[in-house]
């Protein structure tokens, strides 16, 4: 072999070394994810409104980076021909920004065009997306640097999306529903299994039930009856609650009655993690007080009405 012969092939040899390096370094350097898109109904007769397809994005870089990778193949659309873009053509990305746990996901006013369910999966597109990210407990979704004032909730947990897409079966939750006593006249903690339905929020299904009324006898319900849940959204650990006008037409007459009311809705929701406040509306209004019981303001648990008569937290 001449000189000139084995060079080259010595050159051949490193080449494709370095080039199966380069392949095994790149495969190292990303991971594999999720990413969600509308579904094509007409295509797949599925009912289904979202579903996934295996990505890869870059394994080195923060949280920040990673999410925008997310977002932008999210933006570029589906490879599936079963799936879609659940977004208006032209929509961009402006800006991604993660701090303490939440992504805030900034896009061009062509987002802005979605409303109903078509806004409801372009969001919850967004949030499975991205909430499989360590670090990411929840995302939220502005349009030219603006909140959607239209939508029921600004921000969104992964919990939040309830669609039948994603449950095999409904989810199951432990949570404590206060009623009162009528032996101590306190509020008690009554322990129940809920289940979540599709399209249901865990907010939504403690009201509920709460309102169903107690199981156990020797409990009865605080809140005036014929009181109606009219809505329940979680932003930022405070929990809004909207309630019909009977909250207020049957106030009782007695100020420790008028605080179990309150309280047995306060202390339910409050009891669980994501929830620390709550404010109470009636029929989408602020009101000031519930009989003498202030309710104005963000209430939180009230652990003097919750004791037994040992002193005990319930």
């Not at 579904?39 to 990673?66: F, H, M, W, Y």
């Not at 991205?130 to 407990?137: I, P, S, T, Y």
């Not at 809004?240 to 007459?253: A, H, I, M, R, T």
Request: charged share 25%; proline share 4%; with cysteine.
């Amino acid at each position: 072999m001449t000189r000139r012969g084995a060079m080259l092939l010595c050159c051949a040899f490193l080449f494709a070394l370095v080039s199966g390096c380069t392949s095994r370094q790149s495969a190292e350097e990303t991971d594999q994810v999720e990413v969600y898109f509308a579904v094509d109904v007409s295509k797949t007769g599925n009912a289904d409104p979202i579903r996934s397809e295996t990505r890869e994005i870059p394994q080195k870089g923060d949280l920040n980076t990673r999410a925008a990778a997310i977002l932008g193949i999210l933006l570029d659309g589906p490879q599936s021909q079963e799936l879609q873009s659940p977004f208006p053509s032209g929509t961009r990305l402006l800006t991604c920004k993660t701090e303490d746990g939440r992504v805030t996901a900034d896009l061009s006013e062509q987002y802005g065009e979605l409303a109903g369910m078509e806004l409801t999966i372009a969001d919850y597109c967004i949030t499975l997306s991205l909430c499989q990210l360590e670090g990411v407990e929840s995302v939220s979704v502005t349009v030219e640097g603006k909140a959607l004032p239209y939508r029921d909730r600004q921000v969104f947990t992964k919990e939040d999306v309830l669609l039948s897409s994603h449950m095999e079966e409904p989810l199951s939750m432990e949570v404590t529903l206060y009623f009162t006593n009528q032996a101590t006249g306190l509020l008690e903690g009554e322990t129940r299994t809920l289940e979540i339905q599709e399209g249901d929020t865990s907010a939504e299904r403690i009201m509920s039930a709460l309102l169903e009324g107690p199981q156990s006898q020797n409990l009865s319900s605080s809140i005036p009856k014929g009181t109606k849940l009219l809505s329940a959204s979680v932003d930022n650990g405070v929990c809004s609650v909207n309630l019909s006008k009977e909250f207020l037409e049957s106030v009782p007459e007695d100020w420790q009655a008028q605080q179990l009311a309150v309280y047995s809705i306060v202390n339910s929701l409050t009891d669980t993690d994501s929830i620390g406040q709550v404010q109470l509306l009636v029929e989408g209004e602020t009101e000031e007080y519930f009989g003498s019981v202030p309710i104005g303001t963000q209430l939180t648990f009230n652990e003097w009405l919750s004791r037994s008569d040992d002193g005990k937290r319930n």
